[in-house]
């Protein structure tokens, strides 16, 4: 299989250029040994051992340039940017970086999961000393990059001002919405898209481009003492002055850029990582704007170019040199330009998003540099998202206006085709020949008409293992693989959950927005009109929630026009974070005393009924 059958960049890299494994090198100081992390009930909850395999030559079960992107992410342990900057990398899906000031020192990034940053904190602490955290600093709204923000820094010392907390303006609504409202749809193709439950090795999960899969301990999130919200902003934290630049829309909605001056250092958090990024996730997000993200680059190279010897980022390894930096960072400001320019032009030739995805290549400059490839973002489903980003999931065609939903349309296929055990029969020849896209678009069709037929999982399967091996994007090369495993195996779960932190930090509007997406719209049309009414005790909030035709409307104060509640809620909000965290029930707590109910109890009752639990492993590969 060619790049170009898996929709990947074309070309080729200079595989005589070696310079990422000096600088995924330079600066190492020690290993953590063993490189496991374990929860406080012994789970593991992060094995970088498990990858020593990558020091092989690649088998022929792995596309040969995702296998040495591999090899180099997982290069783990404490590394030194320059004097007084330091990283542990290889320890979860990101970077934490650790810069020293007067009296301690600054985190930036504190991971995904608390057990990972302690082990973190305590690998530099180590090697350079046991220094007071004096601030912690979020590049962005993404979890990899706040998560294990608990494991070092304690929240009392930030809530008593001594550890402030520096976050882009817009962090918190962020941080804690994108994955609230379409949450468990997004943990569940997270699934696919990381691999964590693949067991690791030459066939099976080798990382995912970006770093190696995601640490699954214990997620928080303390919120931000400190906005920045201006670009040009100077902050001095125990001695450390750091100049930002705000960068939303970019790789995530609330992101930011800051430079060292005094270092002659610069941090571009995930703005510019050695892979071409994702501009549509996966696992589901909202579509990116390329071209917004290629002018804040131009911008990152016109406020801080000339004073910068160093750019390190939350992933992967820094580049030295203010010429390779500038050059660096460029490149990928031209990738996302091109990405964004050509794809819109192909847009107006008439192209679809698919056909666009099969004619883009990049120019051959940009083909040969490595920190371009898409082993994170296929320049394939990139092209997509722009697509998507402009003219929507429909392409013009009227026959494609109003087509069978997946399971009728397939039993249709099949039909027309000849039946399920003929359609196999002839995917099995399209399999011998390679053509493994086709069998793998046929073979949909006859498991969404008949799921349990055994020759179409058993080689369908086969399919996907094939694919994803021949892949250079990680997440495709996930995506196979798991498909290929639930297949096979049934389905293997979703290893994340939601956070307690996250949930209290959404606001009471966010919370009641998180209950209208859970609402059953047939079942609530039928139980008519319904008000109620909610008092929360800790932060003098009163909301409102209309129930009509369907719909939930939450409204602070009281309803419009005077109409009274059937039911007033008085309670902590802290009270109603355990009940929707699954720790406690409303039932309990009212019979507790830790929530008071005036009014018509079957009027609450009545509403909690009508909201749909969402169900975390639900079928991707079949209906």
């Known amino acids: 299989m060619s790049d170009s059958d898996l929709g990947l960049v074309g070309g080729g890299p200079d595989w005589d250029d070696e310079r990422d494994f000096a600088d995924a090198g330079r600066g190492f100081v020690a290993r953590l040994e063993p490189g496991v992390v374990r929860d406080a ?91 007071p955290v004096t601030a912690v600093i979020y590049t962005h709204s993404h979890v990899d990059h706040f998560g294990g923000v608990r494991g070092v820094v304690d929240p009392e010392e930030v809530a008593a001002g001594r550890v402030p907390v520096i976050a882009p303006a817009g962090f918190l609504e962020h941080a804690a919405s994108e994955n609230v409202f379409t949450g468990t749809a997004m943990a569940r193709r997270s699934g696919y ?12 999960q080798i990382g995912c481009g970006l770093g190696q899969t995601t640490s699954t301990g214990t997620v928080g999130l303390i919120a931000p003492t400190l906005d920045i919200t201006a670009t040009g902003q100077e902050e001095t934290v125990d001695g450390v002055r750091m100049v930002f630049q705000l960068t939303p829309g970019t790789e995530a909605p609330a992101e930011m850029n800051f430079h060292f001056p005094d270092l002659r250092v610069l941090c571009v958090a995930e703005n510019a990582c050695h892979t071409l990024h994702n501009v549509l996730t996966l696992r589901g997000a909202l579509v990116r704007d390329p071209s917004a993200w290629a002018r804040y680059l131009t911008e990152t190279v016109r406020l801080f170019a000339d004073a910068t010897d160093v750019v390190f980022a939350s992933h992967h390894w820094p580049t030295w040199g203010r010429e390779r930096a500038v050059r660096f960072l460029e490149e990928q400001r ?18 679809t998003g698919a056909e666009i995805a099969e004619e883009l290549r990049f120019p051959p400059a940009l083909e040969r540099a490595w920190h371009v490839r898409g082993y994170y973002g296929s320049l394939s489903h990139n092209a997509k998202a722009v697509y998507q980003r402009y003219m929507g999931w429909f392409d013009g065609n009227p026959a494609h206006l109003w087509q069978h939903e997946p399971v009728e349309a397939a039993r249709r296929y099949v039909e027309f085709m000849g039946g399920a055990d003929t359609v196999v029969a002839k995917a099995r020849k399209s399999y011998e020949d390679g053509d493994l896209r086709w069998v793998a678009e046929v073979l949909a069709h006859v498991l969404f008409a008949e799921p349990g037929h055994a020759g179409a999982r058993g080689l369908q399967a086969d399919t996907f293992e094939r694919l994803g091996q021949g892949s250079e994007c990680g997440p495709w090369r996930n995506f196979y693989l798991v498909g290929a495993a639930e297949l096979r195996e049934g389905i293997l779960g979703t290893p994340t959950r939601s956070a307690p932190d996250i949930l209290a930090a959404l606001t009471a509007r966010q919370v009641f927005q998180s209950m209208a997406v859970r609402l059953n719209g047939p079942r609530a049309a039928e139980a008519g009109r319904l008000l109620l009414r909610w008092e929360f005790t800790d932060t003098g909030e009163a909301w409102s929630l209309l129930l009509s035709n369907g719909a939930l409307t939450p409204m602070p104060g009281d309803a419009p026009r005077g109409e009274r509640p059937a039911v007033t809620l008085r309670l902590a909000r802290t009270t109603l974070n355990a009940v929707l965290g699954g720790r406690t029930t409303f039932a309990a707590e009212i019979a507790g005393g830790g929530a008071v109910l005036d009014g018509d109890v079957q009027a609450l009752l009545t509403f909690g009924a009508l909201l749909d639990a969402p169900d975390p492993d639900f079928a991707i590969v079949t209906p």
């Open 41 to 131: 009930g012994g789970r593991v909850v992060w094995d970088a051992d498990a990858y020593g395999f990558l020091e092989q030559e690649c088998p022929p079960s792995a596309h040969p340039s995702l296998w040495r992107q591999s090899g180099l992410v997982a290069r783990q342990g404490l590394y030194e940017v320059v004097p007084g900057i330091y990283q542990v990398r290889g320890l979860d899906l990101s970077n934490i970086t650790f810069v020293e000031g007067e009296r301690g020192v600054v985190v930036v990034d504190p991971l995904i999961s608390a057990e990972v940053a302690a082990a973190a904190l305590e690998l530099y602490r180590e090697h350079r000393g046991v220094r």
């Open 193 to 204: 898209m990381y691999g964590a439950a693949l067991p690791k090795g030459p066939a099976g």
């Open 334 to 351: 031209d990738a996302y330009a091109y990405l964004h320019d050509q794809s819109v032009r192909l847009i107006n030739a008439g192209h």
